[in-house]
């Protein structure tokens, strides 16, 4: 899942940092991000589904900035995304302290990292655009 994670952050500071110059067309959009089993796969089916999900709230947030949505449409695929991965990490995290999962406090810290960063970046966003009204 590193190889997610590295993606979503790439997206994440991408899409606030960079002016999207024109959108695409729908028909053209091809997802950031793809799901495999043999990238991504854990075993563990809970977490496969969930990870597919996420992947799913990012190419929604993805398309929406290259599409050149309206800023509301892109604060709530933000703001769907991060709820969702708020969530899959409580719930990772709950599997990992019942089973004893000995990386457990490493990957806790990891997980409250990013979201921080992606708290970080709600904030940025809504800082950003309330000052141009856009």
């Given at each position: 899942?590193?190889?997610?994670?590295?993606?979503l952050?790439?997206?994440?500071?991408?899409?606030?940092f960079?002016?999207?110059?024109?959108?695409?067309?729908?028909?053209?959009?091809?997802?950031?991000m793809?799901?495999?089993?043999?990238?991504?796969?854990?075993t563990?089916?809970?977490?496969?589904?969930?990870?597919?999900?996420?992947?799913?709230?990012?190419?929604?947030?993805?398309?929406?900035?290259?599409?050149?949505?309206?800023?509301?449409?892109?604060?709530?695929?933000?703001?769907?995304?991060?709820?969702?991965?708020?969530?899959?990490?409580?719930?990772?995290?709950e599997?990992?302290?019942?089973?004893?999962?000995?990386?457990?406090?490493?990957?806790?810290?990891?997980?409250?990292?990013?979201?921080?960063?992606?708290?970080?970046?709600?904030?940025?966003?809504?800082?950003?655009?309330?000052?141009?009204g856009?």
């Open positions: 899942m590193a190889k997610a994670k590295i993606g952050y790439v997206l994440l500071f991408s899409c606030f960079q002016p999207v110059v024109g959108g695409v067309q729908a028909s053209e959009y091809t997802p950031l793809q799901w495999t089993e043999e990238q991504y796969g854990t563990v089916s809970k977490f496969d589904e969930e990870h597919k999900n996420l992947f799913r709230f990012v190419n929604q947030l993805h398309r929406s900035i290259v599409e050149s949505r309206e800023r509301s449409i892109v604060k709530h695929n933000l703001d769907a995304l991060v709820s969702y991965v708020v969530e899959h990490f409580r719930s990772e995290e599997m990992m302290q019942s089973k004893g999962f000995e990386g457990y406090e490493a990957h806790k810290r990891s997980h409250d990292k990013f979201v921080e960063t992606c708290v970080n970046l709600q904030e940025q966003f809504a800082g950003k655009y309330s000052k141009t856009t």
